[in-house]
Every structure is written in structure tokens, then in C-alpha cells.
């Protein structure tokens, strides 16, 4: 089971057919069971029974899950795959770093800049981005791919923890297909 934390402002909100939708979707055309939860109700139960976890992106001005970085601690103890998309590359900056502002609305080139797994193959390639900041790198994290203006791709040193700025689920969807072959071999 995978499960989708939906980082919108409010549980149920419009928000979440834009940016949790699409993410649920692919996995299950991928062949996997995604479980959505909004981020104020995740619990012990649905972080025990999943295989890996995908954080969602938000709207521009929806930053919400920021004002709770306690919220996310359990990334720490985690030990399974997790994917932070855009806010949630914002999310996991918040629970092992900071962010600062970089804004970027539509397509940008993507340079990778270290081997992994998830990008393999690929040394650039054309990204959708939104968002209003980028991470300050955190200690123990790497950047796996910049754009001209951000760092777009980040993963940590030993967890399987990634972050991405931009959203595949618009385009690319194949990072979170390649996300859930991760999971599967983990």
C-alpha cells in the first residue's frame, strides 16, 4: 500500500482533485493500492501498514502544512521510500532543513546532477514547475538534479527520501512510476 498525504490547506478541499488526484491515479494504473490521507489525520495505523509514501504538491499560495512541521517527524523513523512532490519537497525541507524563496511557474529544463535510480537514463530533461520556494539543502540530503534557478531533486544520504520541485504527475509521470519500483524493491 502506498500511501498519498494530501498537504492541501483543508481535507477535501478543490485542491485535492489538481495535485493528489493525479498522483493516485498513476500508482493505480501502475498496479499499486494508493491509500489518500490528508496530513492532519495521518496516525500510526497508516504509516504501519504502508510500503512507501507520497507527499503531495499544493496550489501556490497553500502552505499550511508548513505551519506543522511536527506533523512530519515520523519521516525520520520512516525506513520506506518516500517521494516529497513540490510542497512536499517543501514538507521535507521543513522536518530536516529550511527553504528559501525561488519562484518558478511553468516548464523548466531539468539537469541532473548525480546518479540514482529514479532518474537514471536521464540527463535533462523538460519539467512543470510551481512553487513560490525551494529547499536550502538539508545536512544529510543530496541534490540529484537543478534547473538554471533551484535545486529540483533532492534525496537523502541514507533514507530512501526524495524530493522533487517540480510536478510529475503533469509531466513525467514515469518518476513516479519508477518511485514505485523503488517501493517494490525495498
Known sequence: MILVIDLCYREGSLSRDEFVGPVA???REAGASPVVRHYTTVGAPDLEAADGAVLCGTALKDRGFAEHPGRFR???AF??????ISSGMLALAAAFGGIEPCPGIGMTDVRVVA???LLAGKETFAAYELHECTVQIPDR???LAVSDRCVQAIRHR????YGL???????NEWIIERFLRLVESA
Open 25 to 27: 491515479r498513476i500508482l
Open 74 to 76: 515520523w519521516l525520520s
Open 79 to 84: 525506513e520506506r521510500p518516500v517521494l516529497g
Open 115 to 117: 546518479p540514482d535510480p
Open 141 to 143: 540530503f543530496i541534490p
Open 158 to 161: 541514507s533514507l530512501p527520501l
Open 165 to 171: 520541485l517540480f510536478h510529475p504527475e503533469v509531466r
